[in-house]
């Protein structure tokens, strides 16, 4: 009989819990995740200029660098065909020397 009161009376005792209200709690939450985000996309556009400024001079000069090489390449590569046509001029004329020296009797 003592069994079955006590078990009675756990079913039938009132059961006190504390309620928030769901509505207010979901404002709450989101609010607190929007400004988490916010400050999050914040510090990344800030480090996004950090970056683009701080990169700035270094692509303003490996563009000069690749400029200047381009140009020293194009000299470079307009020296050594003047060079071979001079070279080739010569090989041209010491052949015909050689072939005139060939045919003297």
Same mark, same amino acid.
């Given at each position: 009989?003592?069994?079955?009161?006590?078990?009675?009376?756990?079913?039938?005792?009132?059961?006190?819990?504390?309620?928030?209200?769901?509505?207010?709690?979901?404002?709450?939450?989101?609010?607190?995740?929007?400004?988490?985000?916010?400050?999050?996309?914040?510090?990344?556009?800030?480090?996004?200029?950090?970056?683009?400024?701080?990169?700035?001079?270094?692509?303003?000069?490996?563009?000069?660098?690749?400029?200047?090489?381009?140009?020293?390449?194009?000299?470079?590569?307009?020296?050594?065909?003047?060079?071979?046509?001079?070279?080739?001029? &010569?090989?041209?004329?010491?052949?015909?020397?050689?072939?005139? &020296?060939? &045919?003297?009797?």
């Amino acid at each position: 009989m003592y069994r079955t009161a006590v078990a009675t009376l756990r079913l039938t005792a009132p059961r006190r819990a504390f309620y928030v209200s769901s509505i207010s709690a979901e404002k709450d939450l989101n609010h607190r995740a929007g400004d988490v985000l916010l400050k999050g996309i914040e510090k990344a556009e800030a480090a996004t200029e950090t970056v683009k400024e701080a990169a700035q001079p270094i692509t303003e000069t490996v563009s000069n660098l690749a400029g200047q090489a381009k140009t020293e390449g194009k000299k470079a590569a307009a020296d050594v065909e003047a060079k071979s046509t001079q070279v080739g001029a &010569e090989i041209k004329g010491q052949a015909k020397k050689a072939k005139a &020296e060939l &045919e003297r009797p």
